[in-house]
């Protein structure tokens, strides 16, 4: 798999079982599958704005601070996230403590993001953006330059496959990576059976 170190990714450890026919004997050996995170563009005009925003202060996109910066979401905001506001508002005191510098508040950001990219899509981040998107690469972005440790769900893992697919469609087939997404893909499959 050619790994290009100008672009960022997440590395999802795969387990393979290599039968050794000498010592007929079984060992698993760990290979890393290095998933390109797509970036993401905003939709129109009004999310380039939120976008840009964020971006030039190198920040995610705190849904609480967007309805200080842009009160015209406000509403839309309470509409779609009414149920899970006390967690966007922890999110956003993680957020804050990460730009402080808290290495721990990054990684509860990280896991407080996976959580609610599963209510999206939502009318708020069709007229945001995918700012839930944004934040999971911002965040995998931010753990990997701090060289900390982390693993996401096996859901979210395979959103960023399929979003790395998507980008690459159009692209030869890299046999490496799709052999390894295979074998993960299979090793999940196992884990619940």
């Known amino acids: 798999m050619n790994i290009d170190r100008n672009k960022h990714y997440y590395v999802e450890p795969v387990e393979i079982e ?35 925003t964020f971006r030039q202060k190198d920040e995610p996109i705190d849904i609480m601070e967007v309805q200080n910066y842009f009160p ?3 509403r839309i905001i309470y509409d779609s996230y009414y149920k899970n506001m006390d967690l966007y508002e922890k999110l956003s005191m993680h957020f804050k403590s990460g730009l402080s510098g808290s ?17 999206e899509p939502t009318v708020a981040s069709k007229a945001i953006g995918d700012f839930q998107t944004y934040n999971l690469n911002y965040l995998i ?10 693993l996401l769900e096996d859901s979210t893992a ?3 496959i399929k979003r790395r697919n998507g980008a690459y469609q159009n692209q030869p087939r890299d046999k490496e ?13 196992e884990k619940f059976f």
Request: glycine share 4%; aromatic share 16%.
């Open 18 to 52: 290599v039968y050794l026919k000498k010592a007929g004997k079984v060992r698993t050996v760990i290979k890393d599958l290095y998933i390109e995170l797509v970036p993401v563009e905003p939709g129109g005009e009004k999310s380039r704005m939120v976008f840009d």
């Open 72 to 74: 015209e979401f406000i």
């Open 103 to 119: 290495v721990v508040s990054w990684r509860t950001a990280l896991y407080f993001t996976e959580l609610l990219l599963k209510y």
């Open 141 to 150: 972005v931010k753990l990997n330059g701090l060289n900390e440790h982390f």
């Open 158 to 160: 395979a959103y960023l």
């Open 177 to 189: 990576f799709d052999k390894l997404v295979e074998l993960w893909e299979y090793n999940v499959k």
